[in-house]
């Protein structure tokens, strides 16, 4: 195991089998050289994933059970290679990390954050907060219309936006409107959404030239992954003014954040928590134990995440 679970799950799989906890060991080094021999299985996270490196240094290893959507920390070509089935945690969390794409989206543009902040410090006695920007009747374009992105666009129309999106494939059952050129749609939305999965296909997507497409009244919310957008041209479009806010739960190098954005006021800052509600979370780690248990019964993972 790379990290625990939550409580409950972390205690069935420390009944079921004999688990060792990478996180805990005061010499991983040593932890290792004595059990690496007889690792069938890894317990990891989306954002711990699993190197090619350590795999290596486990024959006997079997399969590996992400507590996590995103695959994309997992050496995945290593395991292709070397038939290791890989198993996820999708759907359980897709609701709450639309939730939070929504929320991010509303804290930024109604400046909720900057407003608590200004209450706080008592800037109220002084006069009202100065006015925020309207939902209703803009456009959100959604990058990636997964499970994840189309739970967003469900959200997103509710609160009156209108919906485009950009993935590589067609939808035919999907009704809002694809647009295959990235720079375009960014051109012609105020609201950037960035729902598509992390990893080599899809790192630096909102290049610079993307992000100059959009407008300087334009926002962009990232739930995705920090790898999918370029962080140092963002900090540098938001920090001049060339877009209006960002409300971002993912960074490039977590848990470290860019320095500039932690003084810019129109920008929501949140620590990774798309999938942190206790009920989620639950529903995440049962997951994880659940693929475990089937892969040791020698039944077909109940996740399991599909090679290209
Ligand atoms: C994390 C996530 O895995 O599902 C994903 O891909 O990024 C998150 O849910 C979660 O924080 C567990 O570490």
């Known amino acids: 195991m790379l990290r625990g679970l939550l409580p409950r799950q972390t205690a069935q799989i420390e009944e079921r089998y004999t688990a060792h906890r990478l996180d805990l060991a005061e ?10 021999p007889r690792i069938t299985a890894i317990v990891t996270s989306g954002e711990l994933g699993c190197s090619a490196e350590l795999m290596d240094r486990l024959p006997r290893l079997e399969m590996i059970s992400c507590f996590g959507v995103g695959v994309d920390g997992i050496d995945l070509a290593y395991c292709k290679q070397r038939g290791i089935p890989v198993s996820n945690t999708p759907d359980v969390l897709t609701e709450d990390v639309a939730d939070l794409a929504i929320g991010l989206t509303i804290a930024t543009m109604r400046r909720i954050v900057a407003a608590d ?4 410090a008592g800037s109220w006695q002084n006069g009202p907060l100065p006015l925020a920007t309207r939902l209703a009747g803009k456009t959100a374009g959604i990058i990636g219309l997964g499970r994840i992105g189309k739970a967003i666009a469900k959200r997103a129309e509710a609160h009156g936006l209108n919906v485009v999106w950009h993935g590589r494939h067609d939808q035919p059952d999907v009704s809002w409107p694809r647009r295959p050129d990235l720079v375009a749609m960014a051109r012609e939305v ?3 959404v960035v729902a598509c999965p992390g990893g080599p296909a899809t790192r630096g997507l909102v290049s610079r030239e993307v992000l100059s497409a959009l407008r300087p009244s334009s926002f962009l919310v990232n739930i995705s992954r920090g790898s999918v957008i370029d ?9 001049a003014g060339k877009i209006a806010g960002a409300g ?3 960074f490039a190098d977590e848990p470290n954040v860019p320095a500039p954005l932690l003084d810019l006021p129109n920008v929501v800052l949140t620590p990774h928590i798309g999938s942190a509600t206790e009920e989620t979370r639950d529903a995440m780690a049962q997951l994880v134990v659940d693929n475990l ?3 040791y019964a020698g039944r077909p993972l109940l996740t399991p995440w599909r090679f290209d």
Not at 27 to 36: H, I, P, S, T, W
Not at 117 to 120: A, G, L, M, P, S
């Open 293 to 295: 248990d089937a892969h």
């Open 190 to 192: 105020d609201l950037l």
């Open 27 to 36: 010499d991983r080094e040593a932890l290792l050289a004595q059990v690496a």
């Open 231 to 239: 962080e140092p041209a963002l900090v540098e479009a938001l920090v």
């Open 248 to 250: 971002l739960d993912v």
């Open 117 to 120: 902040r200004f209450v706080r």
